[in-house]
């Protein structure tokens, strides 16, 4: 014969069970609107009922159980689907950059239209033609004149607001790296939290969100391997390089470099403290370079 106490206990476990679920749910509800929350789940299981042996052992031929316990708070989270994302975050991140680059070149020349440089040099070889035909008039040759001045005026105009878009894409740039030194100092410290929150066994579900969060933003400024070791340990790497490194960093910077192509000064992205190019394969950056 079991105890009346032996059901209270059941009874407590059940009651206990039934509150922590109430504040999770609560718990997901006032987050239901929090940017990058996962919403997170109770696992439970039933607990074995206690074993008798020797003289004692009750002869009753069923067990009944001790109520039930909750072993986990899980979140209801796919990595593979965080992986697609990543990996096609990536390619928008790169494309928009791009986009709107091009975007703005398309409306510097404003073409087809009557005052880019399509039309002025249509414009001046008709005054050159008419003046072969009379060279001795004084307007067509004042013609042919204000003509050239406006297709000079028109290329110095685009030559600035391309030069004016270098600057831009320029500065970009460098907000860029900056952005992800900050996202992998951030990371470094949530890696931090994180391995001494659940080094007794326990899972830190939010602070694992803002890294979530974190890795997203990332993932849109450059292309990165990421994965977490067994113990707990992540890290992140940019073609085999480490960014992050657990509780370690390895920041970017910009630089300076002479550039045949564009016959000037275009800025190179390299590790900080190493004279070694960081390999940027996509993401906002690659499209900003490339721009």
Do not use: C
Not at 26 to 35: K, L, R, Y
Not at 41 to 70: C, F, W
Not at 204 to 218: C, I, Q
Not at 224 to 249: C, K, N, Q, S
């Amino acid at each position: 014969m079991r105890s009346t106490f032996y059901g209270l206990e059941i009874a407590r476990s059940g009651l206990f069970t039934s509150q922590q679920g109430l504040s999770l749910t609560g718990h997901n509800i006032d987050n239901a609107n929090t940017v990058g929350y996962t919403r997170q789940r109770m696992v439970t299981k039933s607990i074995e009922p206690p074993v008798n042996t020797g003289l004692l052992r009750s002869p009753s031929k069923g067990q009944i159980g001790g109520g039930v316990d909750v072993i986990a708070i899980d979140q209801i989270r796919d990595s593979f689907l965080d992986m697609q994302f990543r990996r096609e975050n990536t390619t928008r991140g790169e494309w928009t950059a791009k986009t709107n680059a091009l975007q703005y070149i398309e409306d510097v020349f404003r073409e087809p239209s009557e005052a880019g440089i399509n039309q002025s040099i249509a414009e001046l070889f008709d005054s050159l033609q008419e003046l072969a035909k009379y060279p001795e008039s004084k307007e067509i040759r004042s013609l042919v004149r204000q003509d050239s001045i406006k297709l000079t005026e028109t290329i110095r105009h685009d030559e600035s607001q391309l030069k004016q878009l270098r600057r831009e894409q320029d500065t970009a740039i460098n907000i860029a790296v900056m952005d992800i030194n900050d996202i992998i100092v951030n990371i470094r410290d949530l890696n931090e939290q994180i391995f001494k929150f659940e080094i007794d066994g326990e899972v830190a579900n939010d602070l694992r969100d803002r890294r979530n969060l974190l890795m997203d933003e990332l993932s849109e400024l450059i292309e990165v391997d990421y994965y977490e070791t067994p113990d707990g340990r992540f890290r992140v790497d940019i073609a085999g390089m480490p960014l992050v490194d657990h509780v370690h960093v390895n920041k970017l910077e910009t630089v300076l470099v002479e550039d045949s192509v564009v016959d000037g000064q275009i800025y190179e992205v390299k590790w900080e403290g190493i004279d070694k190019k960081v390999p940027i394969n996509g993401g906002r950056l690659r499209g900003l370079i490339d721009m």
